[in-house]
């Protein structure tokens, strides 16, 4: 089923056109990929579907973008609901200097979306999900910047699936880290999207093909190709996709 | 010339300098210790009415704090206007270049804007409150502007992170920007008060006396102040060199522990700080 249905969507920064009239439509449930070069505007894409666009000074769009049937760029969307429906992960881990609970449940304190007893549910049962509560039962109290790279990057999985987000937008999230730690966040995006819809932004070929279901490719603002990761690999229908997957640039 | 000789004679130029500064210190330290033998500890908690200067450290505390309180909101909210919610334009640079302004001002000046508005035009008389206002207006570009640097030092992801989360503008500036700043804030804010505890041009006319009978009661009340009665036995009552030198030395006493205590929770928060390594 479609969760995310993007229709002509137009982004651009001051005067720079970054996002060309893009179309597609993101399946519910499963790992869509999108990658390209840098600069073709990968991020911008997904950076638009929780509207994080709009906190770039000189940013504006045209085009809808749908999500569960309902237009986003609505002028009566709540954003901040939005934002909590629609998860993000970053590039680089951003855990808030504050302890790794503190971390989990800020999203659930602003959203007031527990009493204090059940906060602690929601941050186990987060840190769980996010396959990082082993390793950090002990020490939840302590800081966020005592865990290694790759463990703040599933504290920042968990903190965005503690707000019971449907959508998970991941801005290349491995590319802070080391082979591991990369092996361990792949694993768990093909768990979460037994329960929400992934999209994770990569220049990395050969993790869209790991974990992705469906891959888009950008190029220069453009979606080139869009299909199931395997066709679109095995049988691309475009040059420019054909020469990025193999290498020829990129 | 070699290039031996040089070198010598940068060290020279470079040493000498430096040598005079630390020369002039030491005899500055000096001057103030020879006070050291007019002061015991029950003088300093012993009333002006009977030869002590408990009120006039007392006076000099009471500006200070409450020039603090009031120079720490408004700053704070400021700096946090301009780094966060001012959008770069003509209004921001000149709100700006008013803020360096202000820093430039004499004090004597600011004294005087200080006794023709808060004394005269809002009828505060010569009083604490009106001290306050007028200490207030030389704190504030340390505070806003000591702000501004830390609020911009904590990194935006973290703004971002709480963003993405759902957090109004608001909320995110407020839990992220402002709590890992808020050291540095607290930090200006006292280095602030180091800037103005030893003020004298800036209070003379609008909040201080030379004698009071008692702490003052209400802001409405005249103060005395450690550096206002310094000035006056110096210019006016020609007072043994001694006594004057104790006084200072309090003085000076106090700015550098206010200064010193910045600094060193400066030190420590940053320590403490990762994104400031």
Known sequence: MAKVDIRNLNVWFKENHVLKDVSLTIRENAVTAVMGPSGCGKTTLIRAINRMNDVISGSRSSGELFIDGKNVYDSNTNVYELRRKVGMVFQKPNPFPKSIFENVAFGVKIHKMATDKKLSEIVQTSLTEAALWDEVRNRLNDSAFSLSGGQQQRLCIARALAVEPEVILMDEPCSALDPAATAKIEGLMRSLSERYTVIVVTHNLQQAARVSDFTAFMYVGQLIEYGDTNSVFENPKNETTEKYITGKFG | ?277
Not at chain 2, 8 to 31: D, E, H, K, N, Q
Not at chain 2, 37 to 53: F, I, K, R
């Open chain 2, 1 to 277: 010339m070699g290039r031996k000789n040089g070198e010598t004679l940068i060290f020279v130029s470079l040493g000498v300098p430096t040598a005079i500064c630390l020369a002039a210190f030491a005899w500055i330290a000096g001057s103030l210790f020879t006070g050291i033998g007019t002061l015991n500890p029950a003088l300093l908690t012993t009333s002006v009415l009977q030869g002590g200067y408990f009120e006039m450290i007392m006076g000099t505390i009471y500006l200070l704090l409450g020039a603090a309180a009031i120079a720490g909101p408004i700053g704070l909210f400021a700096s946090i206007y301009l780094v966060e919610y001012a959008r770069p334009g003509k209004i921001t640079a000149i709100i700006d270049q008013s803020i360096n302004n202000l820093a430039g001002v004499p004090s004597i000046v600011i004294g005087l804007f200080g006794y023709t508005f808060f004394s005269k035009q809002l009828g505060l008389g010569v009083s604490l409150a009106a001290g306050w206002l007028t200490l207030t207006l030389m704190m504030l570009p340390i505070v806003i502007r000591g702000s501004e640097e830390s609020l911009r030092m904590v990194p935006g992801a973290f703004k971002e992170a709480a963003l993405a989360l759902g957090a109004t503008k608001w909320k995110a500036v407020s839990s992220t920007s402002v709590s890992g700043a808020a050291p540095g804030i607290v930090t200006s804010v006292i280095l602030g008060m180091a800037r103005v505890a030893g003020e004298t041009a800036a209070i003379i006319a609008v909040s201080c006396v030379l004698i009071t009978r008692g702490l003052p009661k209400s802001p409405l009340e005249p103060v005395m102040a450690l550096s206002y009665n310094l000035f006056v036995r110096i210019i006016a009552l020609g007072e043994s060199a001694q006594e004057v030198f104790g006084i200072a030395l309090i003085l000076f006493a106090i700015v550098t522990s206010f200064a010193i205590f910045g600094i060193v929770l400066r030190t420590y928060y940053r320590r403490k700080q990762p994104w400031l390594r």
